[in-house]
């Protein structure tokens, strides 16, 4: 059976500035939830193991790590969210869009658009809790080079205004509703009004999701790897 969602009304997508210090903290929230679980399992981590080595996500039963035995603390705080997202949001362009409930009901229709009679099974959420949210920057020669280590993308994007996404997420009860899409559009958009000429992004390849939206959206693999977290790579939109 096919089905079709209507959240127009039911989810809102804003900008938010870094000196809401309310709705900054309740994204901090969202943004731990989101990363919980594969490919990311930032739920715990180990203290004493090797950055990129040392991450357990929601499913691991275990307290202690495996590898040395050490008790596994929680990857996230909302300190160290707060601390990373001032960093962010200070540089240069950076625009931070979240998607908001507005307290109106999510719909389910059939494709020939008769209302189901059924509730969606959508998890009941309050007015104006972030559901989701993106963030993204300008950057500059250097920072590409201190991102990617590659030349050769330098010289590709030699003279032009580059823009990075640095973060996407939407809470697992409202995924696959086109709310990511609608998030990842909009801060397009913004960085087009900006004048930019290309978006930067990266991403792991065993997060499927977003690499489909990634490539829905027009960015292509530049098969360039994260020189840190080699499992990563770089996308790369051309804009208009
Ligand atoms: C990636 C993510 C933001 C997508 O959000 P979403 O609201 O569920 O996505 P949408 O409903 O807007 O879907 C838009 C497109 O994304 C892709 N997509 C979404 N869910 C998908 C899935 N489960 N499998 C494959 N592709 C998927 C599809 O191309 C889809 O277009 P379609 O509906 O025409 O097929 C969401 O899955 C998420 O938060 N994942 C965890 C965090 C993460 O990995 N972020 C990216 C790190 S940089």
Not at 40 to 48: L, Q
């Given at each position: 059976m096919d089905w079709f969602t209507i959240v127009l009304e039911a989810v809102e997508i804003k900008e938010i500035n870094k000196e809401d210090k309310r709705k900054i903290r309740e994204l901090a929230r969202c943004y731990i939830e989101i990363w919980?679980?594969?490919?990311?399992?930032?739920?715990?981590?180990?203290?004493?193991?090797d950055e990129g080595k040392n991450n357990f996500g929601r499913n691991f039963r275990n307290t202690f790590c495996p590898v040395d035995g050490t008790r596994l603390v929680p990857y996230w705080t909302i300190r160290r969210v707060l601390k990373d997202l001032s960093k962010e949001l200070n540089k240069k362009d950076a625009t931070c869009l979240i998607a908001e409930t507005t307290g109106k009901r999510i719909y389910r229709y059939f494709d020939n658009r008769a209302l189901c009679t059924k509730k969606s099974g959508i998890k009941k959420v309050d007015k104006d809790t972030i559901i989701g949210f993106t963030w993204g920057y300008g950057i500059d020669k250097e920072e590409i080079f201190r991102l990617t280590k590659s030349v050769e993308l330098l010289d590709l994007l030699e003279n032009e205004r580059v823009a990075y996404i640095d973060e996407i997420g939407v809470l697992n009860d409202f995924r696959a509703l086109g709310i990511g899409e609608e998030l990842c559009n909009s801060l397009i958009w913004k960085f087009n009004k900006k004048r930019y000429n290309s978006i930067l992004t990266r991403t792991n390849p065993r997060a499927e999701a977003a690499i489909s939206l990634f490539k829905k959206l027009g960015f292509k693999d530049t098969s360039i790897k994260d020189p840190v977290y080699n499992e990563r790579i770089y996308l790369l939109k051309r804009l208009e």
């Open positions: 919980r679980d594969e490919p990311w399992n930032e739920d715990r981590k180990c203290p004493t193991c």
